[in-house]
C-alpha cells in the first residue's frame, strides 16, 4: 500500500478544501408583474402572483 513519504503541510491542505466551504448565492429572478426579486419557483411575496396567476391575497 502506498504511503506518503512527507506529511502534508498545513497550507497545502487548507489550499485543497479552501473551495469546498463557499456557498453558491440562490439565483434571484424578477417577478414580471410587479417587478421584486424572488426565488425561482416560488408565490411572489410582493403581489401574491405565479406565473402570471394570483395565488395568493396580499395585504397592503
Do not use: F
Request: charged letters at 30%.
Amino acid at each position: 500500500m502506498a504511503v506518503p513519504k512527507r506529511k502534508t503541510s498545513k497550507a497545502r491542505k487548507n489550499s485543497r478544501r479552501s473551495s469546498v466551504w463557499k456557498l453558491n448565492q440562490p439565483a434571484l429572478q424578477k417577478c414580471p408583474n410587479c417587478g421584486a426579486y424572488n426565488l425561482h419557483n416560488r408565490v411572489c411575496s410582493e403581489c401574491g402572483q405565479k406565473d402570471g396567476k394570483e395565488v395568493i391575497v396580499v395585504k397592503d
